[in-house]
């Protein structure tokens, strides 16, 4: 009795729609876990990427200088990408010998296609802590719903139930709702997390893009 009220033995017991939504349950888990895992990582480093390159770029050190710095950076993101791609199109276009206006049009449309690039590398999936943690709760339910149908399915061939009967049953039932909250409550609590997080360095980004715009603008007609 007290094997098969473990954990492991209310799992093994279970009938295999059962077994199938746990199985399911599991291993979202384990993918939303990976996901947290990978997007900490990358947030950690966009953050003191940030960081470093404002502290470099506000020290006074020439454009230039900084540009090439940032071609050698195979793995620029975040500011350094926005001011590299930014310059870059700064000097492609007035090589060209073009307006001011259509200069900054320029410049602005390479910030612009760099801040989606990064806002996507910062929440790419994302959405999938989201569904996870919306769908696991449910996605339990159901598994306990079809293990206590089946529990008084079984019930109704017995002539006399007590509760060591009833007991396993319903505990299989359970524990499908157990490992679905056990999925989502990550989820959601990660998922808020990155998303703040990632609204935070997203806006950081946005005010160094027209800190930037402001400077190339002011370079434009020097």
Request: glycine share 6%; charged share 15%; hydrophobic share 45%.
């Amino acid at each position: 009795m007290n094997e098969s009220l473990s954990i492991l033995g209310l799992i093994t017991h279970a009938s295999i729609p059962v077994k199938l939504v746990i199985f399911a349950l599991i291993s979202s888990s384990v993918y939303s876990w990976t996901l947290i895992v990978k997007y900490r990582s990358v947030h950690r480093h966009a953050d003191r990427a940030l960081k470093s390159f404002e502290e470099l770029f506000w020290s006074g050190a020439d454009l230039g200088v900084l540009y090439q710095q940032s071609q050698q950076n195979q793995d620029r993101q975040g500011a350094e990408a926005l001011f590299h791609n930014a310059f870059k199109e700064f000097i492609r276009l007035r090589q060209k010998s073009l307006s001011t206006e259509a200069v900054m049009q320029g410049v602005t449309r390479a910030m612009r296609i760099t801040l989606i690039q990064e806002q996507t590398r910062l929440e790419g999936k994302l959405p999938t802590l989201a569904s996870i943690a919306s769908t696991a709760p449910y996605v339990g339910l159901f598994g306990t719903v079809w293990g206590i149908m089946t529990s008084f399915i079984g019930l109704s061939k017995v002539q006399h139930a007590t509760l060591a009967t009833v007991a396993p049953g319903i505990a299989e039932a359970l524990i499908a709702t157990a490992i679905g909250l056990f999925a989502a409550i990550p989820a959601v609590l990660a998922y808020n997390h990155f998303m703040a997080n990632s609204d935070t360095l997203n806006n950081r980004y946005t005010m160094f893009a027209d800190e930037l715009s402001g400077i190339l603008h002011r370079e434009s007609h020097s």
